[in-house]
Every structure is written in C-alpha cells, then in structure tokens.
C-alpha cells in the first residue's frame, strides 16, 4: 500500500455561509392547535416577566449541522482499511477498502470496440468507503456535496469507472450509498457540515488487486441562495494500491 500524494488543495475561506436547509433527502411533522373562546381569568393572565417570548429554537434555519454528524446525513460507518488519507482544504477524506462482492448487472459503460459492457454481471467488484471530516469552519454544500472519483492507472476508457448502484450490495457491505438521507432536501438544497463533523459514503468499482487507483476529491462551497461559489472550489487527489 502507498501513502498519499496530495496535489493542489486550495481553499478561499468561506464568506457568507448559511446554515444548512435540511442526493437522498429530515421528514416534516404536521402539529395542530387547539384554541379557546373562554377569556383568561386574572389570574390566568400572564405576569410580564412570563409574557416575555422564550427563544425560540425553530427560528435555527432548519438542518443547521449540530453533534459529530450532521442531521442531514446517515450515521457515519467505518469499515473496510484504511488505504490512504487526502487533505482538501479543511477537509479530510479517509478511504476504506470495505470488500468484494458480484456486480448484478451489466455496466451502462460499453467498450467502443467490442461493444459489450466493460462491467458485466458477475464479475468482481471492490467496494470503498470515504469518510470526510471538516477540520476547519462549517462549510455549506449544495446538493452534489464532496465528490470522491477513483480511476486506476491502467484505466483507458473515457470517463468515470463503471459502478453497481444495488442498494442491497451497499447495505450488505455496511456503507452508505449516498451522503444524505432521503426525505432532508431543502430549496435550495444547501448541507451544511459544520467544525469537526463528519459523513461517510461510499462507492464500487471493477477489481483489480494490485491496481495503482487515485481518488480525485472535489467540492464547491455554494451561498446563502444555495449558488455554488465557482471561485472557492477545492480539488485534491491521492494515489494507492487495492488490495
């Protein structure tokens, strides 16, 4: 296994940020009120010092990143080795080999020669997993989040690796499909990950033991409109080996 090389992580501090609005979305609760058309009795009215409004913790902008793991996004797992460690900007992602599994299906990719899928059904695929963690100040995302892209060195197709998106194989390799839990997008769609929190999410690709893979992590901050902040985008790669 080799270490990280990290290459240009540049990052602008943030300006402007907004708390997050709560890819794949916190469920809203319907409470109802009861009123009343009998007067208040004297001693029923309220004293000054009760009829001071009490702070009024719904005015936080809804999803407002709070604990070690936002409220937007599914509980952190860890599992798989560590195979290497990228450094974007205020950003850590640590990736995990988790392990193999069958892909269920052919790949949409096709090989322009052959014209059969590059990932066909059955064949081997190794499952990672990325834990990001924010080491510097709450950062909003908007609803691509941090993108995490392996490619192996050999690799001569045009494009991204092919990759099985079967819900059941991520569940059985204890990793999170997507970084955010359905039902929790706002709109705009803004995530904010707030200091010392972290998500994790994961991915699958063709197995190749013994591969030289880099992972190319990127991210775009975006405003309190929920506009990305093209001039504030952070874009960092690793190099290591599978397993």
Not at 109 to 136: Q, R
Not at 235 to 242: L, Q
Request: glycine residues 10%; proline residues 7%.
């Amino acid at each position: 296994m080799r270490r990280t090389t990290v290459v240009a992580a540049v990052l602008i501090p943030l300006l402007g940020l907004a708390a997050c609005g709560s890819d794949d979305e916190p469920d809203e609760n319907n409470n109802s009120s009861q009123t009343t058309d009998e007067a208040p009795t004297p001693e029923d009215e309220p004293t000054e010092e009760e009829s001071e409004p009490a702070e009024d913790e719904s005015s936080e902008p809804a999803g407002t990143a709070s604990g070690e793991n936002p409220e937007w996004a599914h509980p952190v797992t860890t599992p798989g080795e560590l195979l290497t460690t990228i450094e974007a900007g205020d950003l850590t992602v640590e990736v995990y080999q988790v392990g193999l599994a069958e892909a269920t299906k052919d790949g949409m990719l096709v090989d322009s020669e052959t014209k059969e899928s590059i990932m066909k059904k059955g064949d081997e695929i190794v499952f990672v997993n990325y834990v990001v963690t924010n080491n510097g100040d709450p950062i909003d995302f908007g609803s691509s989040l941090v993108q995490v892209n392996a490619k192996y060195a050999d690799w001569n197709y045009l494009g991204g690796m092919p990759s099985d998106s079967s819900s059941d194989l991520f569940e059985e390799q204890g990793v999170n499909k997507s970084g955010v839990v359905p039902g929790t997008r706002t709109d705009p769609p803004i995530y904010t990950l707030g200091s010392g929190q972290t998500l994790s999410f994961g991915d699958n690709f063709l197995y190749q033991k013994g591969s030289e893979v880099t992972f190319e992590v990127r991210y775009t901050p975006v405003d309190a409109e929920g506009e990305l902040i093209h001039d504030e985008r952070v874009e960092a790669e690793g190099t290591t080996t599978i397993k």
